[in-house]
C-alpha cells in the first residue's frame, strides 16, 4: 500500500523554464511534507518542507503548494537550472516515521 | 561539521555471504534511521533508534537482518546470510522526523 505516490517517473524541462513535480498521499494523518533531492552516489538531502497548516512555502527558486483536500503537493522549480537535474522524493510524516515516494527524474536540458 | 559517515560505500558478496554496514551519525544526533532503497523505489525505513533503544523496528526482517547502537553513537546493521533481494542501497540518517540528515549510502550487490 504506497501512501505517497509520485506518479511520474520522470519529467524534462528546458532550462529557464519551470519545473513541476506532483506528489499524492492517501494517509490523513500525515501533518508534514518534505521534499529531498538525490544526485547519483550521494544521499538525498533535505529541500524543503510544508506544515498542514500552511499552503505554500517559498524558499528562494523552491516553491511547494499543499492542496489537503485533494491530498495533493507539487514542488516548483522556477527557473530550472541544469544543476536542479536530479531525483526528487516527496515525504510525509505524521508520527515518527517519513513515507517516501519512489521519486521522479527531473533532466533540466540547456 | 562532518555528515553522516557510512561504510563501505560498495559491497559485493555472494549469497548466503554475511555482510555488515557502518554508520556514524552527525555528533549530538540521538536518533538514528536504517532505510534501504530498492532501485527506482524511495528509502523504506528498517530500524530506528533513540539513543541506543531500538524503538522501531518493525519493518526490519528480523530473520537475517540485525543492528545495534551500543554507546547511542555509531551503528551497525547486519545481514546473515544475504539474499539475492538483498541488492539496494542501505541508507543511515539521523536528526529528527522533521528534519533528517543523509549519509552516502552502501550500494550492495548480491549475486
Known amino acids: 500500500d504506497q501512501q505517497v505516490k509520485q506518479n511520474s517517473p520522470s519529467l524534462s524541462v528546458q532550462e529557464g523554464r519551470i519545473s513541476i513535480l506532483n506528489c499524492d498521499y492517501t494517509?490523513?494523518?500525515?501533518?508534514?511534507f518534505l521534499w529531498y533531492k538525490k544526485y547519483p552516489a550521494e544521499g538525498p538531502t533535505f529541500l524543503i518542507s510544508i506544515s498542514s497548516i500552511k499552503d505554500k512555502n517559498e524558499d528562494g527558486r523552491f516553491t511547494v503548494f499543499l492542496n489537503k483536500s485533494a491530498k495533493h503537493l507539487s514542488l516548483h522549480i522556477v527557473p530550472s537550472q541544469p544543476g536542479d537535474s536530479a531525483v526528487y522524493f516527496c515525504?510525509?510524516?505524521?508520527?515518527?516515521?517519513?513515507?517516501f515516494g519512489a521519486g521522479t527524474i527531473l533532466r533540466v536540458k540547456s | 561539521e562532518a555528515g553522516v559517515v557510512q561504510s563501505p560505500r560498495y559491497k559485493i558478496i555472494e549469497k548466503k555471504q554475511p555482510v555488515a554496514f557502518w554508520c556514524n551519525p552527525i555528533s549530538g544526533h540521538n536518533t538514528l534511521y536504517w532505510y534501504r532503497q530498492n532501485l527506482g523505489q524511495g528509502p523504506e525505513l528498517l530500524i530506528r533508534y533513540e539513543n541506543e533503544e531500538a524503538v522501531d523496528d518493525s519493518q526490519l526482517p528480523k530473520d537475517r537482518f540485525s543492528a545495534e547502537r551500543l554507546k547511542g553513537v555509531d551503528s551497525t546493521l547486519k545481514i546473515q546470510p544475504a539474499e539475492l533481494g538483498d541488492s539496494a542501497v542501505y541508507l543511515c540518517?539521523?536528526?529528527?522526523?522533521?528534519?533528517?540528515?543523509f549519509g552516502p549510502g552502501t550500494r550492495l550487490t548480491v549475486t
Open positions: 515525504a510525509a510524516t505524521g508520527t515518527n516515521k517519513l513515507v
Open positions: 494517509n490523513s494523518m500525515f501533518d508534514y
Open positions: 540518517a539521523s536528526g529528527t522526523n522533521y528534519e533528517q540528515y
